[in-house]
């Protein structure tokens, strides 16, 4: 178990060591997250402002080298903003509300390129609402909103990286969760004939309970594919595929793994060949992933080379992509992995990959296979931290098929 992080500290850090580095790379001199309640921008907490009630905004300067933090709540919010510790300076408005204040403010910065969040693409990026930046705009005039620029890079790399205390928590949450799958995935849970897909589920949750995690989702599967659905009453039977994704949060950071099996039948020694050679090809799409997953890297060129491996073989590609960033959610903020559809990930699969992020890598071929039930796959899917050196995987990788008697 990890030590209690404490949050807020977390949330300091992050600002202190990582935003002012962000913001020059990205050319954002000014970085203005502007919420209210009811429709907190979802970067409010990671900034300070996750508990405003009127409109509230935080200002980021980015000048002469040093970052200038300071925001600007109602009369009513200052307390809570002010004990994250994350501002310079609180400013209070009252009647005459955050207008002449952010006016003012912004004017004196003078920056030339201001960053917003707003986002076609990115959804943690996108936390601008519509009526709020029609108010930006009547606020500051024409001649500064022409500097409004998305924040979407700024966002990624921000929210994207990970600190060290962070990293150790996510390791933590993926060894609770391989060691539950592990203990699943055995004859003293699985008795065909008897077990159902929701008592392997109810395993899991009370494994990771026990270990003071819980769980951010719990899919469990035989027969046909079902994507993201929830385990049924189905039986589990000999001659099935048993795939498990699965993911828990500890002190709130995720994990995100998949595992297979396969029931043997009667007789067997072994997997059919067909089922065979679907995790050898799926295993090396996987591990060929990981290794692409470099800093610097493009989403689009990891995909590229996981899915090469699986059409190269004579599968269809699949209709997804190659895995994702994790943290804080399951699907956190962060390059995609994943193939150049514009209308599906849009720029997303363009973010380039750096130290510190964090990704569940998960190629798959979705194949008939009358034997097994019907258009199956093998699910494998690995979490890796990138280093500056290249992909760490955390945890213990499945390198082979699990076989479990009848």
């Not at 905004?57 to 307390?79: E, I, M, P």
């Not at 067997?268 to 799926?282: C, I, N």
Request: hydrophobic share 40%; proline share 6%; glycine share 10%.
């Amino acid at each position: 178990m990890t030590t209690q992080l404490d949050r807020e500290e977390i949330r300091r850090k992050r600002i202190e060591s990582l935003l002012a580095e962000c913001m020059a790379r990205h050319g954002i001199d000014l970085w203005l997250v502007y919420t209210r309640e009811s429709s907190i921008d979802p970067l409010g907490q990671d900034v300070g402002l996750g508990r405003v009630v009127a409109r509230g905004a935080g200002l980021f300067a980015h000048r002469q080298g040093r970052l200038v933090r300071k925001a600007l709540v109602a009369s009513y919010d200052t307390d809570p903003v002010e004990a994250t510790g994350i501002f310079d300076e609180v400013v209070a408005y009252r009647k005459e509300g955050i207008a002449p204040h952010l006016r003012r403010e912004v004017e004196a910065l003078d920056p030339r390129c201001i960053g917003l969040n707003i986002s076609r693409d990115v959804p943690v990026a996108d936390g601008l609402s519509h009526g709020m930046r029609l108010h930006l705009e009547e606020i500051l005039g024409p001649e500064l909103c022409a500097r409004f620029v998305s924040a979407e890079e700024l966002v990624v790399s921000f929210r994207g990286r990970k600190l060290e205390e962070e990293l150790a928590a996510m390791r933590t949450s993926v060894d609770i969760a391989q060691r539950a799958v592990a203990s699943a995935m055995t004859s003293k849970v699985v008795r065909p004939g008897k077990t159902r897909e929701i008592d392997v589920a109810e395993h899991l949750k009370r494994f990771v309970e026990a270990e003071g995690a819980s769980v951010a989702f719990n899919i469990v599967m035989v027969g046909p594919c079902r994507g993201h659905g929830d385990p049924t009453d189905r039986v589990i039977e000999p001659g099935d595929l048993l795939r498990i994704d699965f993911g828990c949060f500890l002190e709130g950071y995720c994990s995100d793994i998949q595992r297979t099996a396969y029931l043997l039948r009667p007789g067997e020694a072994g997997p059919p060949a067909s089922v065979a050679r679907l995790f050898e090809v799926t295993l090396r799409a996987c591990r060929t992933g990981i290794e692409a997953l470099r800093p610097g890297a493009r989403g689009r060129e990891v995909d590229q080379v996981a899915r090469s491996v699986i059409t190269g073989a004579g599968y269809e590609e699949y209709p997804h992509a190659t895995g994702h960033p994790i943290g804080l959610e399951a699907h956190e903020v962060g390059p995609t992995l994943g193939p150049p559809w514009k209308e599906r990930y849009g720029t997303s699969v363009e973010q380039v990959i750096e130290p510190g992020m964090v990704f569940a890598v998960e190629p798959a071929a979705y194949v008939d296979l009358p034997e097994c039930g019907g258009v199956v796959q093998v699910g494998i899917e690995e979490d890796v931290e990138v280093t500056r050196s290249g992909p760490r995987v955390l945890g213990t990788p499945q390198t082979e098929l699990i076989l479990l008697p009848s």
